[in-house]
């Protein structure tokens, strides 16, 4: 390790950052402002560096930094980077500047805010690229610590009960996660995901834990599924969701989406899938089902929704849902003699789908945050309509992320989806065809959205709202443009991952 | 590492320094305590630095005191009690800050904290098991005083019955070691010694002299149901002492069962260690729900430690090397945090408030009035609720790991009772620190004069930086410890009872 230890800085220069903003009191609001930002922004900085010293054609983790930590538990401080950790690194890069620069207007205590997300975005940062499961759990863990707080504090009326849910739900599924791996260990003595890994791909890991009996194996198994599936969250492990995602403060909610729902896909493809790929076989049908239920489910609960942030929550939902259907499709299928061209591109898909998914999610709670600002802290349906004639600019944009989450192809949701119909469908067909239903509802609920803000007669007061500001067109316009870019352009990224992912599928388990 | 014992001699010669010096002033005696328990921890500090980890114990001092029967002054420590004995040095000094506001006899308050703390160094340290015993005594009665005289709430009763069950507690031990010594004809009360003679002792008698010394010490350690002195005890005691009682005093009980109880009479656990079990992990589960409903702070609190402990408990029953090794570290880490959560709650808000119901507490904007204390009880009840980057996580995770070896459904049901706790833990921080969390510009500017609250002082700050800083450090980095205590454990004495079994 003589290299500059590149992922250690992304992890940690946002904690240095809360450091300096927690400790140096008699900041400004402003001067706090702008030195989050800077720190947020040191990520995608740092994040293209990463990038341009990354190898795409080579499937395994590169700059990997490797110390001893704690040596009674054979625990190394171990992270690593590949292809699918690459994209969440530049994601989040490109979220939490959006989200600070979301929450620039926040009065109170701008800078405990910032150094409460701070911490949280370096945590994110951690899990996506650490390699251990001792520090992937600290990360992990640590990232619920700065989003109860900023929940609790800066949310609206109903956070603390949403915060309280939130942070027990996780901790619930957490806590069953920590005894699968405190299990494993105890069968293998080591924490490490690649020497588990490569125990499971040999068989080895079986036969250590075939001295439990049967019923224990799949409880560790279950336990790190409800972990993870909490997190993502799979139905119906999801009904912290749409308060906590309500009641967050706007740029809280865009992080939230945005990054931390992608820690928990991550945590499948990291974990689960390489760990536990005869279990993950075993139960796919089930899980299968649980999926669709989160895709057609979600989506119908969103287009009952009046509250627009409770839509865009369970629209989170529905979208991360179609990831796990993947996986859960790749698990069932692997089987079946074609099933390596499917597994590509159902991998593509998900690493695609997250990336999209923050793009979009992340936008649309900002634009249902730009309307609170206008309407003074309404976010009903019913108390909108008309929009577009008074913020045309706002509508162009809004509008463009709204197409974008629906699929619309020409922008960057199409590709991802696209690619994951075409794995599940040919993996599952069944599944694919049940789907659709959530495609549908999917569609319905977003025109309703733009239909009731934007189009119709004009809601009280709407003819007074005054378009975006220079700032708020800064703040979207990163993202819009990357939809259109990806949508005409999605080799930009599936050339980073598509050569992990074709590895992975020539060793389908 | 040879001027250990000192730390005994040096507390009790402190002890009877503050008595005098608080004739005097008040100011006197918090001087003479706090140099005593720094010089206390300086030593152990730098026995620890010079500390060679090796199985076995290392004797200190060992010479003949009583002839017949033959009894030894006979000081000795190992790796677990080097941990424990860091711990009470930290826990004496961080206690003795967070009692600076005493103004009330001050020089006995401290004269009987100092006798206490030196009745704690010498059992950490007794290689004899009658020397044990007369330092277990001598920890136990000022603690009654402690209470009796300084506390709060319910004071007489409280004291009355932790004096009641630790003496009850202790009657059950002697009784063992002298049964195990007549029937056995020990040549000693040479722990070594007293091995020998309970080896020859019939299954039977093993089993009974077995649950008469374990359960003698779990009482003290707060093992199910024996636990209902602790909450009441710790709520009704001043915050120093509160700070010691759950912090050192109950790791005394655990600490003899593990020296004592366990090496003597391994078919006696053997034939316990189901049921032993089984009591801890309903410890764990139980006490972590009573502490979800208590209005009172100090009882969350309280019961939070009973809690802890069933973890500690159920790492030494679980006894294989792993789930021993987790236990010590969870003692340290507990101690540490125990300390900490009773600090806020006793001397940072209570003596500001004047009130530990949650109900009143939530009405202020405590978060705002006392910010300092609130950051430390975030960062104490996430290290409580086993927050990695604090020592709980290393702890717990050692726990679950050794006790899925032993059992893998009571590592299923500790791991409820990681959940209850955050529940709890994350409840108390909602509600006392967090109640009301609407912007400063909802209030009018006067509401919040109404409750303004002195600033923490110096030496709360300093006493919490000292236990955050432990637990933070061990967190990081629990080799530290564990490089100590490991070794520990492969000493003969623990060969016959560290084999696991599965239950």
Redesign the interface.
């Known amino acids: 390790m003589n290299h500059l230890p590149i992922l250690s800085l992304l992890v940690f220069t946002p904690w240095i950052g809360a450091l300096v903003l927690g400790t140096l009191r008699k900041l400004s609001p402003g001067t706090a402002r702008w030195l989050g930002l800077l720190f947020s922004l040191s990520t995608l900085a740092l994040g293209f560096v990463a990038l341009s010293s990354f190898s795409a054609a080579n499937p395994g983790m590169q700059l990997v930094e490797d110390l001893p930590w704690?040596?009674?538990?054979n625990v190394h401080y171990r992270l690593g980077l590949d292809g699918l950790s690459l994209v969440l690194v530049l994601l989040t890069g490109l979220i939490a500047p959006m989200a600070l620069l979301a929450s620039w207007r926040v009065?109170?205590s701008p800078r405990q805010f910032n150094a409460l997300f701070l911490v949280l975005q370096g945590a994110a940062l951690g899990v996506f690229l650490a390699l251990n499961f001792?520090?992937w759990?600290?990360f992990w863990?640590?990232s619920l610590?700065p989003a109860?707080f900023l929940l609790?504090?800066w949310g609206g009326p109903g956070?603390?009960r949403a915060?309280?849910q939130f942070?027990?739900y996780t901790?619930?599924g957490s806590?069953?996660m920590?005894?699968g791996f405190?299990?494993l260990?105890?069968a293998t003595g080591s924490f490490d995901f690649q020497v588990l890994a490569t125990m499971a791909a040999d068989g080895s890991l079986t036969t250590k834990l075939a001295g439990?009996g049967h019923f224990?194996p799949q409880?560790i198994f279950l336990?790190v599924l409800l972990g993870l599936a909490v997190k993502v969250p799979l139905y119906p492990f999801h009904t912290w969701l749409p308060p906590a995602y309500a009641e967050a403060p706007t740029g809280l909610s865009m992080f939230l989406t945005g990054v931390m729902s992608k820690m928990g896909v991550h945590g499948f493809l990291r974990i689960l899938w390489p760990i536990f790929p005869a279990q993950l076989h075993a139960a796919a049908t089930p899980l299968l089902w649980l999926a669709l239920g989160g895709v057609v489910l979600g989506a119908f609960a969103a287009l009952r929704q009046t509250d627009m942030k409770r839509m865009v929550a369970y629209s989170s939902i529905n979208h991360l849902s179609y990831c796990l259907l993947a996986l859960f499709a790749l698990a069932a299928g692997s089987t079946s003699p074609t099933a390596g061209i499917e597994a590509v591109s159902a991998f593509n898909g998900i690493a695609l789908q997250m990336f999209n998914h923050g793009l979009s999610a992340a936008a649309l709670f900002f634009c249902v945050g730009v309307l609170e600002d206008r309407s003074g802290g309404k976010r009903s349906l019913a108390d909108f309509g008309g929009v577009r004639t008074a913020m045309p600019v706002f509508a162009g944009l809004c509008g463009i992320a709204l197409f974008s989450s629906l699929g619309l192809p020409g922008l960057n949701g199409f590709v991802g989806e696209f690619l994951l119909f075409r794995g599940i469908f040919g993996l599952t067909p069944w599944a694919a065809a049940i789907a659709t239903l959530g495609l549908l509802a999917t569609a319905l609920f977003l025109l309703t959205f733009w239909q009731r803000v934007f189009h119709g007669p004009q809601g009280s007061g709407v003819a007074k709202f005054r378009d975006l500001s220079g700032w708020e067109i800064v703040t979207l316009v990163p993202a819009i443009a990357l939809m259109f870019v990806l949508g005409v352009y999605p080799q930009l990224l599936v050339q980073l991952f598509n050569p992990l992912f074709t590895a992975w599928s020539a060793h389908l388990p | 590492m040879n001027l250990l014992p000192y730390t005994i001699y040096l507390s009790f010669a402190g002890a009877a320094l503050s008595l005098a010096a608080g004739k005097r002033s008040a100011a006197a005696a918090r001087a003479v305590a706090l140099l005593t328990a720094v010089v206390c921890t300086g030593i152990s500090l730098v026995a620890a630095f010079e500390f060679t980890p090796a199985a076995g114990l290392q004797t200190l001092v060992d010479v003949p005191w009583i002839a017949s029967p033959a009894i030894h002054y006979h000081l000795a420590v190992d790796g677990i009690s080097m941990t424990l004995i860091v711990l009470t040095g930290l826990a004496a000094t961080a206690g003795i800050l967070f009692s600076w506001n005493i103004e009330e006899r001050t020089g006995e308050f401290f004269a009987f904290y100092l006798a206490l703390i030196g009745g704690v160094y010498g059992v950490f340290m007794s290689a004899d098991a009658f020397l044990f015993f007369v330092f277990y005594e001598i920890a136990i009665v000022p603690k009654y005083f402690l209470i009796a005289n300084w506390g709060s709430t319910n004071r007489e009763y409280g004291a009355m019955k932790l004096a009641l069950y630790s003496f009850a507690g202790s009657g059950l031990v002697l009784a063992g070691l002298v049964w195990t010594y007549a029937a056995g004809d020990a040549t000693s009360f040479g722990l070594a010694d007293l091995t020998r003679a309970a080896l020859t002792l019939p299954a039977h008698d093993q089993i009974i002299i077995f649950a008469l010394v374990f359960f003698g010490f779990a009482t003290l350690a707060g093992l199910f149901p024996l636990h209902t002195w602790a909450p009441t005890g710790h709520v009704a005691a001043p915050t120093g002492a509160s700070m010691l009682l759950a912090g050192v005093v109950m790791k005394l009980g655990a600490y003899g069962c593990l020296r004592v109880a366990l090496p003597l009479f391994p078919v006696g656990f053997a034939y316990w260690q189901p049921a032993l079990a089984w009591l801890a992990v309903i410890g764990i589960i139980y006490a972590g729900f009573v502490a979800l409903v208590q209005q009172d702070f100090k009882f969350v609190i309280g019961y939070s430690s009973v809690s802890h402990m069933g973890f500690v408990m159920l790492g030494i029953v679980a006894a294989n090397e792993r789930a021993v090794s987790g236990a010590v570290l969870q003692m340290f880490s507990h101690g540490v945090i125990a300390g900490l959560l009773f600090a806020v709650v006793g001397r940072m808000v209570y003596e500001r408030t004047h009130t530990r119901q949650l109900d009143a507490l939530t009405a202020m904007p405590l978060h705002r009035m006392l910010p300092c204390a609130a950051f430390t009880f975030v960062l104490a009840g996430l290290a409580s609720m086993g927050m990695p980057g604090f020592s709980g996580f290393p702890a717990e995770l050692t726990i679950l790991i050794g006790t899925w070896q032993t059992s893998p459904l009571l590592a299923l049901l500790a791991a409820v009772g990681v959940l209850v706790a955050a529940a709890f833990t994350l409840r108390a921080v909602q509600v006392s620190f967090f109640g009301k969390t609407e912007s400063v510009a909802a209030h009018a500017p006067t509401s919040d004069a109404a409750h303004h609250f002195d600033c923490i002082t110096w030496p709360e700050k300093l006493g919490a930086m000292l236990l955050i800083g432990a637990t933070v450090l061990i967190g990081l980095k629990p080799d530290l410890l564990l490089n100590w205590i490991v070794p520990a454990l492969q000493s003969p004495a623990f060969h016959a009872v560290l084999k696991g079994g599965s239950l």
């Open positions: 704690i040596t009674a538990l009065e109170r001792v520090h759990f600290v863990e640590l610590i109860f609790k504090i956070a603390a915060a309280y942070v027990i901790i619930g806590a069953f920590l005894l405190a299990a260990y105890a439990l224990w409880a336990g």
